[in-house]
């Protein structure tokens, strides 16, 4: 009796390595962030070096903040026997999923020293509403 040799289960062995190379590569190519909370606000801090305010969007949409932008670099040096010219272009996104407690209608973004600081409140207690039922008398 021949046995015969299966080898299409080899093929996904090989693949396996490049299953999630694309978003290994948008992983490596987010910005780094930070994320904290303290009493009053939920802080998202994102680090954008070199990247212009005017090349940033912030976006809130069902619960959820995108900072997502571009990132458009050109350094050129010159000397009597040199030149060094270098370019970087790139464009990136990232998403952060609020708490229930956000208010998402009082978020603030301030960009400083190439670091987004994104500020979501909290929230307050809402206090509860007693409400008086009226009796009709018949």
Do not use: C
């Not at 994102?46 to 619960?63: C, Q, R, T, W």
């Not at 903040?65 to 350094?75: D, F, I, L, N, S």
Request: charged share 30%; hydrophobic share 35%.
């Amino acid at each position: 009796m021949v046995e015969k040799t299966h080898t299409s289960g080899l093929w996904p062995a090989l693949y396996e390595p490049f299953r999630n190379f694309g978003a290994q590569i948008a992983e490596w190519l987010a910005p780094a962030s930070e994320a904290s909370t303290n009493d009053k606000a939920y802080l998202i801090s994102v680090e954008l070096p070199g990247v212009a305010d005017k090349d940033i969007d912030v976006s809130v949409d069902n619960g959820v903040v995108t900072v997502k932008g571009e990132k458009r670099t050109e350094k050129e040096d010159k000397g009597e026997t040199w030149y060094f010219s270098e370019r970087q272009y790139g464009a990136f996104q990232r998403s952060f999923r609020l708490p229930q407690d956000a208010d998402e209608g009082g978020i603030k973004a301030d960009l400083k020293d190439g670091v987004l600081t994104i500020t979501v409140p909290k929230k307050g207690p809402e206090a509860e509403k007693a409400t008086k039922v009226r009796i009709n008398a018949g």
